[in-house]
């Protein structure tokens, strides 16, 4: 079987990161800069029989300099055609902050029909961890999510229970 995944996200979430980490290679540019990723970055990584289609997706997110509005546009317009056929959506955030450039990507959510992993990233970065169980909760009140994780791309914590999820789901 063959699946398709998309990876969705505001910028800096870490999603090149984890794309990077499940195909065990630099296929993704990482920055602490914003929009690094201007086109849509693909791997393919086999497990068995099964095949899954990653795919790093930039500008689905808030738009807020004028100068850069036609190539927001078009980041936008790509980001929204990769949505439309996946067989899972991993959506990112972060550790600590809900922001209004998430809710912005969770409502481009809302009329996809395949399953959406929330991926909590970073929480090697956490200082007080008893923070992140109420966080997990309030974040699931905002959809009915196939599966929540906290994880760390850059570390590695719990990505191949991610990669079990989305298995799960193709
Ligand atoms: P993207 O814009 O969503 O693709 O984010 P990137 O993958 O480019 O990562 C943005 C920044 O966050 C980079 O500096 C990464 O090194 C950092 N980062 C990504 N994942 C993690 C993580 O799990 N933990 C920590 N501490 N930093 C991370
Ligand atoms: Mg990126």
Redesign the pocket.
């Known amino acids: 079987s063959c699946g398709f995944v998309a990876i969705v ?10 794309m ?1 980490r499940i195909l065990g290679q630099k296929i ?5 800069r ?4 201007r086109h849509q970055v693909m791997g393919i990584k086999t497990v068995g029989e099964a095949q899954f289609i990653y795919v ?1 997706t ?1 500008g689905i997110h808030l738009q807020t300099r004028d100068r850069n509005k036609a190539i927001n546009r078009f980041m936008n317009q790509a980001a929204s055609q990769a949505l439309r056929d996946v067989d899972c959506v991993v959506f ?1 955030v972060d550790r600590t902050r809900w922001t209004d450039e998430d809710q912005v990507v969770l409502d481009k959510l809302t009329h996809v029909e395949a399953p959406v992993i929330l991926a909590v ?5 956490l200082e007080d961890k008893t923070t992140l169980l109420p966080w997990l909760e309030s974040l699931s009140a905002r959809r009915d999510f196939a599966a929540i994780l906290p ?5 590695g ?1 719990n990505v191949p229970e991610l990669e079990g999820e989305v298995a799960k789901r193709l």
Request: glycine share 6%; charged share 25%.
């Open positions: 996200g505001r910028p800096n979430v870490g999603k090149s990161t984890l990077n993704s540019i990482t920055s602490r914003p929009q690094t990723t790093d930039p990112m990233n970073k929480v090697d970065w994880l760390s791309a850059k570390d914590i």
